[in-house]
């Protein structure tokens, strides 16, 4: 449960990343269309680094979000498996109890 929990307080933070890297990435586009309007060779290759240094933090962003999803979903499994284990066990008790009433 307590991973449950971890989880869900996790979620509002890693969108908030997801969210500021965005506005950041909006920020370092602005820049390198200015640099490259200008027309320098030096704009070109900055453009290029922040590029695969943005798309290098989205996708570690969103690979660590997936993974929390994954664990949720992988709690949510098991808690669903032992209430089935739990409603199997009454079900199995439950016909023995009305033997025993009857007799």
Do not use: W
């Amino acid at each position: 449960m307590c991973q449950l929990q971890c989880i869900l307080e996790e979620a509002p933070n890693a969108r908030k990343a997801l969210l500021e890297n965005y506005d950041n990435l909006l920020n370092v586009a602005d820049y390198c269309n200015s640099n490259y309007l200008q027309g320098s060779l030096k704009a070109l290759e900055e453009t290029k680094k922040f590029t695969t240094q943005s798309l290098a933090s989205v996708a570690y962003q969103i690979s660590t979000l997936a993974s929390s999803v994954l664990t949720l979903l992988d709690a949510q499994t098991n808690q669903l498996r032992h209430m089935e284990s739990s409603i199997n066990l009454i079900g199995q008790v439950s016909p023995a109890l009305t033997l025993e009433i009857r007799l």
